[in-house]
């Protein structure tokens, strides 16, 4: 089983939607969790970050963590065209050692206006 | 501020070469790493530092060296290139469970 597993896409939605994307991860006892947005042929950029079951908002995002079901997902609320990019999930693992994370393979949402 | 700080942005070796690619963070992090991105794999850890003065292995260390210089740079190392290390190297830093901060990324191709 993947650490982290996200569905690839493309996830299209239209301008105004509410975007949602889903990720799950494989480590129970894993602390914490965080969303990144890429843009082609840029770095991972820091868009939210949570910690403790429940939702967290953050302007337009709100992520989402559950962790009994082991479930983490990021709702883009209002979308745009240039919210456009790929979104990593990444989850730092109990059995990892540091602070190092572990990276899903990233979903790819499209927004046409 | 610079935050994460990489060179070269683009390389292209000869299969057999060396090289070493440079990483510096401005930011008092403790952490740092050294990620690979290649299409369909996404980022996968080759090493990090957790503090000054230790590294460890991540999931694709095989190839590569690292040397955590002090606390600002982190070097990784290529001591003979090969094709299947063409790919894009993403260094980033952080605080203990804090998010990262990335660089902009080195393009290397291996030929």
């Known amino acids: 089983q993947k650490e982290v597993e996200q569905n690839s896409g493309p996830l299209s939605v239209p301008e105004g939607a509410i975007a949602s994307l889903n990720c799950t991860y494989s480590d129970r006892g894993s ?6 947005r890429q843009y082609s042929g840029k770095s991972p950029e820091l868009i939210m970050s949570i910690y ?3 939702d967290k908002e953050d ?3 709100t992520a989402q963590l559950n962790k009994a079901s082991q479930y983490v997902s990021l709702l883009i609320r209002d979308s745009q065209p240039s919210d456009s990019a ?3 999930c990444a989850v730092t693992p109990l059995r990892q050692a540091g602070t190092a ?7 790819t949402l499209s927004v046409s206006s | 501020n610079a935050g994460v700080t990489q060179t070269p942005k683009f390389q292209v070796l000869k299969t057999g070469q060396s090289m070493t690619l440079q990483c510096a963070q401005d930011m ?3 952490s740092m790493y050294w990620y690979r991105q290649d299409p369909g794999m996404g980022l ?3 090493y990090y530092s957790a503090s000054e003065g230790t590294t460890d292995k991540g999931e694709v260390p095989n190839g590569y060296n690292v040397s955590r210089l002090n606390k600002r740079e982190f070097s990784l190392r290529l001591e ?5 290390q063409t790919s894009v190297y993403f260094c980033a830093s952080s605080e203990t469970n804090y998010g990262y901060t990335f660089g902009s990324g080195t393009r290397l191709t291996v030929v």
Not at chain 1, 31 to 36: D, E, K, L, T, V
């Open chain 1, 31 to 36: 602390q914490s969790f965080f969303w990144y």
């Open chain 1, 52 to 54: 403790s079951n429940g």
């Open chain 1, 59 to 61: 302007g337009r995002f």
């Open chain 1, 86 to 88: 790929t979104y990593l």
């Open chain 1, 101 to 107: 994370l572990i990276f899903g393979k990233g979903t």
């Open chain 2, 28 to 30: 008092n992090h403790n």
């Open chain 2, 44 to 46: 996968r850890l080759i």
């Open chain 2, 80 to 84: 003979s290139a090969a094709p299947s």
